[in-house]
């Protein structure tokens, strides 16, 4: 089985910085795009930023320049930096991997972390 397992959440001041990482384990013959989501209370589940396997990077309009999304292909591992964050930027941060197990499997599973809530303190 496929897990992703996040880590890096909590509660920072305005202004201040996060770091997020998410490693992917068990059954994995590759992992196409990886990318972060965001889901705030009341809000719809929203992408952050996205990273496909050569690298090719997208973000979300409103944490360009001050998120950065990378990933270690060998150790299947993606991160989210976030830096000057700001209040609108509390929610709960979701890992996300399209990742095919074996040869076989032609398209990529949906695969996602459970979640970790980011807290910016005015």
């Known amino acids: 089985q496929v897990q992703l397992v996040e880590s890096g959440g909590g509660l920072v001041q305005a202004g201040g910085s996060l770091t997020h990482s998410c490693a992917a384990s068990g059954s994995i013959f590759a992992i196409n795009a990886m990318a972060w989501y965001r889901q705030a209370p009341g809000q719809q589940r929203e992408l952050v930023a996205a990273?496909?396997?050569?690298?090719?990077?997208n973000y979300l309009d409103s944490v360009k320049g001050r998120f950065t999304i990378s990933r270690d292909n060998a150790k299947n591992t993606v991160f989210l930096h976030m830096n000057s964050l700001k209040p609108g930027d509390a929610a709960v941060y979701y890992c996300y991997a399209a990742i095919r197990r074996n040869s076989m499997e032609f398209h990529a599973m949906n695969y996602w972390g459970k979640g970790t809530l980011v807290t910016v303190s005015s």
């Open positions: 990273i496909t396997s050569g690298g090719s990077t």
